[in-house]
């Protein structure tokens, strides 16, 4: 089993649609989560954090279920400029493959 | 611009010859990172360091990868008698590591290694 896994993707969704990734995590002593974002040919870059108790910023949720194991993410009213490959870490070193979003007009 | 910076950002090399990559961190971060991408996949964690001290190396680095930070700033990483399976993206991130342990990285853009 990989240390982390996320949805296979792709996902195609409207403009304005609500759309969620999940992500599972293998070692119950994870300590750190994130979602990065990547557009095509570029490097990875932040996009938010994951704290226990969940947090928001803007459009974006992240939530984490340790009992699961898992941690996910919701874009709500999704842009044109939301399509990219969303990448969850773990523990700082450990990325997923990434779930490509194309958000279609 | 003050980011992270590779060096070079192409590089074209036939089947085994080595080669040797180059990463300049965000100059007050303390921790390097190295990662190969390849088509489909997520980043690969290859090895790290804090300072000048490589603390992990992923079992998956052969003994032909080569990591180095002399000085606690700049790094190489270099892959000797390289494989065609080596062709990939070569990322390198920097971050400060304090004590909260979420620790943003922030990546370099690349450097992308074809082995002809």
């Known amino acids: 089993r990989k240390e982390v896994e996320q949805d296979p993707g792709p996902f195609n969704v409207p403009e304005g649609a609500t759309v969620a990734f999940n992500c599972t995590y293998s070692n119950s002593a994870s300590q750190s989560f994130f979602w990065y974002r990547q557009d095509c040919r570029k490097e990875p870059k932040l996009l938010m954090s994951?704290?226990?108790s969940g947090n928001e910023d803007g459009r974006f949720t992240a939530q984490l279920n340790r009992a699961s194991q898992y941690i996910s993410l919701l874009i709500r009213d999704s842009k044109l400029s939301d399509s990219a490959t969303y990448l969850c870490?773990?523990?700082?070193?450990?990325f997923g493959a990434g779930t490509r979003l194309t958000v279609k007009p | 611009d003050t980011g992270v910076s590779q060096d070079p950002r192409h590089k074209i090399t036939k089947r085994g010859q080595n080669v040797t990559f180059r990463c300049d961190p965000i100059?007050?971060?303390?921790?390097l990172y190295w990662y190969r991408q390849t088509l489909g996949q997520g980043p690969e964690f290859l090895t790290y360091f804090q300072n000048e001290a490589q603390l992990e190396k992923s079992r998956l680095l052969s003994d032909r990868f080569s990591a180095e930070r002399p000085k606690g700033s700049f790094s190489t990483l270099e892959i000797q008698r390289t494989e065609q399976g080596d062709s990939a993206m070569y990322l390198c991130?920097?971050?400060?590591?304090?004590?909260?342990?979420?620790?943003?990285?922030?990546f370099g853009p690349g450097t992308r290694l074809t082995v002809l």
């Open positions: 870490v773990v523990n700082g070193k450990r």
């Open positions: 100059s007050e971060h303390n921790r």
């Open positions: 994951v704290y226990s």
């Open positions: 991130a920097s971050s400060l590591a304090t004590g909260t342990g979420l620790v943003e990285q922030f």
